[in-house]
């Protein structure tokens, strides 16, 4: 399993990016039965759940991304994608992608961070 992330990058408050990751070394079937997920640390905080997707393609948002940004799901690709709308300084941070995928007992695959830096 391989996930890697991309998209990150500087932008002024109010903006918005595209934050997309490819899941590789795996079929189709493996990628459609799993949870995927956005990840985010800040400096000197912890790593927090930013959004989620469950294999029905019901999402989950952190109460402080709801409304600005939105996961979606390309199967055809195995991408996962997070576009972030009106932007914060409080949202910068490295993004990581997370993939819970049940033919691997749902254990926790991290790709690298992509990091996203709001000026204000």
């Known amino acids: 399993v391989q996930l890697q992330a991309s998209g990150g990058g500087s932008v002024q408050a109010g903006g918005s990016l595209r934050l997309s990751c490819v899941a590789s070394?795996?079929?189709?079937?493996?990628?459609?039965?799993?949870?995927m997920g956005w990840y985010r640390q800040a400096p000197g905080k912890e790593r927090e759940l930013v959004a989620s997707m469950i294999r029905s393609g019901i999402p989950n948002y952190a109460d402080s991304v709801k409304g600005r940004f939105t996961i979606s799901r390309d199967y055809t690709k195995k991408t996962v994608y997070l576009q972030m709308n009106s932007l914060t300084p409080e949202g910068t941070a490295d993004y990581y992608c997370?993939?819970?995928?049940?033919?691997?007992?749902?254990?926790?695959?991290w790709g690298q961070g992509t990091l996203v830096t709001v000026s204000s």
């Open positions: 070394r795996m079929i189709l079937s493996t990628f459609r039965d799993s949870t």
């Open positions: 997370n993939g819970r995928f049940a033919a691997y007992s749902n254990t926790d695959y």
